[in-house]
């Protein structure tokens, strides 16, 4: 794991400034640093080194062919790069034992897409082509690694994290008014945007070329997947839709089962190579718990494990966990985290992402890499098994709630989405829905649940139940948001789907790697932590999309096929946990400690001079959570 910065065009050579943007990726790489300069063609690229495979020199970085035509700077992991050598017809004399070389060797017997396609991993990359004076920037499947790019002062500019491209001279940190739009609709800014103007994330599975042409200035509309003009390309080598599309479903549940098993003992055995310490995060949930139980099973030492504890029991997994580790064997390491101590990462949040971000379980997330950063460098994560196998609640409870509430008349369905707020704000009646119906933070789901009844029909009404949706974000601006949501339309495609699968579809694409990837990554990287997600394996994702749903989602059961797979290493008492989330009380905290910081923020005055969001609206919104008359954290 790695991060890079770099630069083409321009008018002179910028050997020192994208040394000084690697300087903000240390945390990415401490192990060393390399830096490539093409000076005829103005391009100039930094890298920063966490060793995890090939420790020696010879996996050092930017790496140069042995044409010396082609130069990358990597991130990642290729997990099948041995598998990738033996398949090359002529491999050339290794100097090491790198997938950064593996990499290279293989783009320059198969091109970038016959490359990419062959490998199974997590990866952003750029290419520099000394022959064609071409860059190219690619990245993985989902989005498991990030990758930037902009254009400021009459240069190309790239990065691992927009931290970098502020560190670039005269760097302009305009807000830009849509991506504003997007990060208060979802709680993150929606790719291709980022929050600068004319700087972008580029989408998960897209290769990016450019050539000096096309470096002097931004282009004239957001280049998205399919863009393309004089000097600069963006395409997509991997998507989701297709595999949607052309999933032949299992004939056989039991076949299926099998297949699940095997293909997931196989990704989580290739994310396994490592040649630093490794582990795993156990939540206690479903999908951690098969992980761990699957590297438990091919291991011939205990896995170590971390769990982030609270003292609030309603956010508390550290009990169930620890039972879970217990019976697996591993050996374990739980952490209860104080109120102090989460509170303590608030101000680090910037640093740490360098980008509004606004998923809460973005603290734990950080206090559970930092404990398993003392013992390895490397941690495996359930992350993606909810987006692909029907995790979340809202796949299971919003087709019924549906179901429900158009047998109201439309005037009724505002007094019920009233009723339900009001329910979820009494804690009484809370309480007894939490004691009674094992419904796990309640507060939030009965608020969730009034927003879908305000819906016209059901594609609205499960629209809105993705998450962090706020369909009201827009009367917070001064400027109006530009017309048009990739959200809306991605839960409206794919009609011979299911409305939960097309759910899930939507979330793979938006949710999964602008929220939870990118968590998880700038939470673990900021203490240079590698994480690896076996569920988002491009076999395992395949498969998955192989499986009907029934096997699902099933009588209200969430992740119906983990479950019976996790049964296989687990007794039945080990597995009923409620969903909770990785969540922390930001409610009661924006209420109580949080209270000072955030009016502080929130000041009328401060607002008005910023010129972004309505004083008066955001002032609403405050007293409305301060005083429990809404939940808005």
Avoid at 505 to 517: E, K
């Amino acid at each position: 794991m790695c991060g890079f910065a770099g630069s083409f065009g321009g008018s002179a050579l910028a050997e020192d400034e994208v040394l000084r943007m690697s300087t903000a990726l240390r945390h990415r790489g401490p192990d060393s640093r390399g830096v490539f300069c093409d000076p005829d063609r103005a391009y100039a690229v930094a890298h920063r080194r966490l060793s995890v495979l090939d420790l020696s020199e010879a996996g050092h970085q930017p790496m140069i062919d042995p044409t010396g035509r082609t130069v990358i700077a990597y991130n990642g992991e290729i997990y099948n790069h041995r598998e990738l050598r033996a398949d090359l017809e002529h491999p050339p004399a290794w100097r090491g034992d790198s997938d950064t070389e593996t990499l290279l060797m293989a783009i320059e017997a198969w091109g970038v897409t016959g490359a990419l396609e062959r490998a199974r991993g997590m990866f952003a990359f750029a290419l520099w082509d000394r022959e064609t004076a071409t860059l190219t920037l690619a990245r993985d499947r989902l989005g498991e690694k990030p990758l930037y790019y902009g254009w400021v002062g009459g240069a190309f500019l790239f990065a691992s994290e927009l931290a970098a491209l502020e560190a670039w001279p005269g760097f302009e940190a305009t807000v830009d008014s849509d991506a504003l739009a997007g990060l208060l609709r979802y709680g993150y800014v929606p790719a291709p945007r980022s929050i600068y103007r004319n700087i972008y994330k580029l989408e998960p599975g897209t290769v990016l070329t450019i050539q000096r042409s096309a470096t002097a200035s931004p282009p004239d509309s957001v280049p998205t997947a399919g863009y393309r003009s004089p000097g600069l390309d963006i395409r997509r080598w991997w998507s989701l839709d297709e595999i949607v599309d052309n999933a032949g479903p299992f004939d056989d549940e039991a076949e299926a089962l099998e297949t699940l098993h095997d293909t997931l003992l196989g990704a989580t055995r290739l994310q396994l190579l490592s040649d630093v310490p490794l582990g795993a995060f156990l939540s206690g949930g479903i999908d951690s718990s098969l992980v761990v139980a699957l590297m438990q099973a091919q291991g011939d030492r205990p896995v170590n494990t971390y769990t982030m504890g609270f003292e609030d029991a309603a956010f508390d997994e550290a009990p169930w966990a620890a039972r879970i580790a217990a019976h697996l064997g591993t050996r374990h390491t739980p952490y209860t985290v104080t109120e102090a101590d989460a509170l303590e990462v608030v101000p680090e949040l910037p640093r740490l992402y360098s980008e509004p971000f606004a998923d809460a379980s973005q603290i734990p997330t950080h206090l559970v890499a930092r404990l398993a950063r003392q013992e390895v460098t490397v941690a495996l994560s359930g992350d993606g098994g909810d987006e692909l196998f029907g995790g979340y609640n809202r796949y299971a409870w919003a087709p019924r709630a549906w179901r429900w509430l158009e047998r109201l008349p439309a005037g009724l369905r505002g007094n019920a989405a009233d009723g339900l707020a009001l329910a979820g704000r009494t804690p009484a009646l809370r309480g007894l829905l939490e004691a009674l119906g094992g419904v796990a933070q309640a507060r939030e789901k009965l608020a969730k649940l009034a927003d879908r009844a305000r819906h016209a029909h059901d594609v609205e009404s499960f629209y809105a139940a993705l998450a962090a949706v706020n369909p009201g974000a827009a009367s917070l601006l001064v400027a109006a948001p530009a017309p048009g949501d990739r959200l809306d339309a991605l839960v409206r495609r794919h009609p011979d789907r299911s409305i939960e699968e097309r759910m899930m579809v939507a979330d793979a694409m938006t949710y999964l790697p602008d929220d939870i990837l990118c968590k998880v990554d700038r939470a673990a990287m900021a203490v240079s932590l590698e994480t690896r997600v076996p569920y988002l394996d491009p076999d395992v994702v395949r498969c998955a999309w192989r499986l009907p749903l029934s096997m699902k989602l099933r009588n209200g059961t969430t992740k119906w096929a983990l479950r019976q797979l996790l049964g296989r290493y687990l007794p039945a008492e080990l597995m009923d946990q409620p969903k909770r989330g990785f969540a922390v009380p930001l409610d009661d905290w924006l209420r109580g400690p949080l209270r000072d910081w955030a009016e502080a923020l929130l000041d009328p005055g401060t607002l008005a001079g910023q010129g972004m969001l309505d004083p008066a609206a955001v002032r609403g919104l405050w007293d409305a959570h301060t005083t429990g008359r809404g939940d808005h954290a």
